[in-house]
């Protein structure tokens, strides 16, 4: 009875998968996928990284490693023998400007001092930065602005390793910049990869994006002239997208955000929000008499760590929330899968060509039934479209990925 109940429940508040359809909503998403390339308007934005989705293959070197992360650090190098990594060294610390507000000259410098260490004559450096930045065709990075705790005056319109560069005294070390999406996508290449099958890139942790690679000819809204390569890694911000269904709790959790009307398939997904959407839910169950767990404890969001253990219900209140979390991870699967599926279409993909994607972030890496429900998904849209899908997951992804496109671009 209770799971007829929460079953009622889902469906009126459009929390499921149902009303999602595989093929209709995959249709939609990759015609805008096709816009953005077009530079057409779309809430994709399908932004050029000026990255071959074709590293060089059979690479030796060691290059120095930074990933500028929400809140953290990482610094080191990674070291590549006929294409293979040997070796990876990595430290952590807190990123600078998340403990007391620096200018963007002082932001640079702490980032320097970390990076010498691992400089020698002629070693470049990958930089991983997790934060808005424009890609350039020089492998630049403009900045665009930083997010969450991390304050720094005056970085809006800095180019990233320009100002790395000046911080280290090293006009002429060869810098690359790249964002975490394309960074985890190479990564995961660098650990052995077929140039003939296709690669993206996807995390889903705090928040979401996906990334992959596309013919350069593709991309119709790219009109330079200094990429040469026949492939170009796309950094799609899929999080932006707007064309999913939205019930009414998601209708309300985008309106209470800090920006409304912004990141619309983030909001439905990614773990910064799950925990709210989990709240709003139980919080409108009980108002409908369908739960009476204790949610006092909480100041509007569950803490995904709690979805485990269930502590604010009983009984048959257990059994309740479970299908609700189901239903949102079941949506989260299908929604993921669709994303999928569109760009396995785009890049040709097939049964006996498959996209590898490279699976980072923790909302995906710590929920064993979330891995289940899109294994399921994506089991279905391979028989729907005649695909195949392999997903790759590798340690130090990002570092591996950084490593491997500055490498690639001496």
């Known amino acids: 009875m209770q799971t007829q109940v929460a079953e009622g429940f889902i469906v009126s508040h459009h929390l499921g998968k149902d009303g999602l359809s595989l093929r209709e909503e995959t249709q939609r998403f990759l015609d805008e996928m096709q816009r953005g390339l077009r530079g057409d308007g779309s809430s994709l934005y399908m932004l050029p990284t000026f990255l071959s989705a074709k590293p060089k293959a059979h690479l030796s070197g060691t290059s120095a490693v930074l990933d500028a992360g929400g809140t953290n650090l990482r610094s080191g190098t990674v070291t590549f023998v006929d294409g293979r990594v040997t070796d990876i060294t990595a430290e952590k610390r807190a990123l600078p400007g998340t403990k007391e507000e620096l200018s963007v000259g002082e932001f640079f410098s702490a980032i320097a001092q970390v990076t010498k260490p691992h400089l020698q004559e002629s070693r470049p450096i990958g930089f991983c930065f997790s934060f808005a930045a424009q890609c350039c065709e020089d492998g630049d990075g403009k900045l665009l602005s930083f997010c969450k705790e991390v304050r720094v005056r005056g970085a809006e319109g800095k180019f990233i390793c320009k100002e790395l560069k000046s911080a280290l005294g090293d006009?002429?070390?060869?810098?690359?910049?790249?964002?975490?999406?394309?960074?985890?996508?190479?990564?995961?290449?660098?650990?052995?990869?077929?140039a003939d099958e296709p690669y993206c890139g996807f995390i889903l942790g705090t928040g979401t994006n996906c990334c992959y690679g596309e013919k350069t000819k593709n991309i119709e809204k790219y009109?330079?002239?200094?990429?040469?390569?026949?492939?170009?890694?796309?950094?799609?911000?899929?999080?932006?997208?707007?064309?999913?269904?939205?019930?009414d709790l998601d209708e309300i959790l985008d309106k209470?955000?800090?920006?409304?009307?912004?990141?619309?398939?983030?909001?439905?997904?990614s773990g910064v929000y799950l925990g709210k959407l989990l709240y709003l839910a139980l919080a409108r169950a009980k108002e409908e008499g369908l739960f009476s767990g204790d949610l006092s404890a909480f100041a509007g969001e569950i803490p995904m760590a709690v979805w485990q253990d269930l502590s604010f219900a009983r009984g048959e209140?257990?059994?309740?929330?479970?299908?609700?979390?189901?239903?949102?991870?079941?949506?989260?699967?299908?929604?993921?899968?669709?994303?999928?599926?569109?760009?396995?279409?785009?890049?040709?993909?097939?049964?006996?060509?498959?996209l590898?994607?490279?699976?980072?972030g923790s909302t995906y890496g710590k929920s064993p039934l979330l891995q289940k429900l899109l294994q399921?998904?994506?089991?279905?849209?391979?028989?729907?479209?005649?695909?195949?899908?392999?997903?790759?997951?590798?340690?130090?992804?990002?570092?591996?990925?950084?490593?491997?496109?500055?490498?690639?671009?001496?």
């Not at 994506?378 to 392999?390: M, P």
């Not at 997903?391 to 671009?409: D, F, M, P």
Request: hydrophobic residues 45%; charged residues 20%.
């Open 256 to 269: 209470t955000s800090e920006k409304p009307r912004d990141h619309m398939a983030e909001k439905l997904v």
């Open 356 to 360: 590898n994607i490279v699976m980072e």
């Open 223 to 247: 009109t330079g002239t200094a990429y040469a390569h026949d492939t170009m890694i796309v950094n799609m911000e899929s999080g932006m997208y707007e064309g999913f269904p939205r019930g």
């Open 376 to 410: 399921e998904e994506l089991s279905t849209a391979g028989e729907t479209f005649g695909l195949s899908f392999r997903i790759v997951t590798t340690e130090h992804a990002t570092l591996k990925g950084a490593a491997l496109a500055a490498l690639s671009a001496q």
């Open 171 to 194: 006009e002429n070390r060869l810098c690359l910049h790249l964002n975490d999406t394309a960074a985890a996508m190479l990564g995961g290449m660098a650990d052995g990869f077929s």
């Open 317 to 354: 209140d257990t059994a309740f929330a479970k299908e609700i979390i189901s239903a949102l991870y079941g949506r989260t699967a299908r929604m993921m899968t669709i994303v999928l599926s569109a760009v396995a279409l785009q890049t040709g993909a097939s049964k006996g060509r498959p």
